[in-house]
Every structure is written in structure tokens, then in C-alpha cells.
Nanobody
């Protein structure tokens, strides 16, 4: 049974930085594509960034140049470094993993961590 647990959320001032972590347990996810999503009140969930098992990354236009996704396969953990935070980055951030298992894709979600950008 795979579990994803996020940490690192909280309240941060505009222009500040925060680092989110997502730790997986239950099986190795070193071959998975790992991602961060976010959902603000009244808005649809949006993909923030993802990183493939080979280390390729992609970002939403709204966070390019400010956020960095990374992974540590040895720790079965991935991260989202968020810099130059803006009030519009306020949301619940959820980690996600997709793992190809034969002909099917296994998808796992964390429970989410709140990030609030406010002065």
C-alpha cells in the first residue's frame, strides 16, 4: 500500500520562499513520474510541475522561473522549492505519482498541504 505524505506548508509573506516535500512509503517510486498539483478555493485543480524518472521537468507558465521540482530516489521523496511567492500561489498543494505497471498506470495522491501567501 503506497502512501504519500506532504509537508512544508504554512503561511509565508509575498516574495518569500517555501519548500514542500512529499515522502512516499510502501514501494519505491524511482520509476514514477512525480508531480505537484494545487487547488485554490473555487478553482480547478491545476498541474504545477512534474519530473520524470529520467529527471526531465515541466512547469506551469504561472510558476516558471520561480518554482523548482526535484526528486531524491534514495529517499523516495520529491520536493517543490517555491521562491518569489505571490498571493495567487495560495492553495492546497498535492503531490502525485504515476507509475507504469505493465499496461496500466498506478496513480497515487497525497492528502495535501496548505500554502498561504499573505502579509
Amino acid at each position: 500500500q503506497v502512501q504519500l505524505v506532504e509537508s512544508g506548508g504554512g503561511v509565508v509573506q509575498p516574495g518569500g520562499s517555501q519548500r514542500l516535500s512529499c515522502a512516499a512509503s510502501g514501494r519505491s517510486l524511482s520509476f514514477a513520474t512525480m508531480a505537484w498539483y494545487r487547488q485554490a478555493p473555487g478553482k480547478q485543480r491545476e498541474l504545477v510541475a512534474f519530473i520524470t524518472n529520467s529527471g526531465n521537468t515541466n512547469y506551469a507558465d504561472s510558476v516558471k522561473g520561480r518554482f523548482t521540482i526535484s526528486r531524491d530516489n534514495a529517499k523516495n521523496t520529491w520536493y517543490l522549492q517555491m521562491n518569489s511567492l505571490k498571493p495567487e500561489d495560495t492553495a492546497v498543494y498535492l503531490c502525485n505519482a504515476n507509475l507504469l505497471n505493465g499496461l496500466r498506470i498506478e496513480t497515487y495522491w497525497g492528502q495535501g498541504t496548505q500554502v498561504t501567501v499573505s502579509s
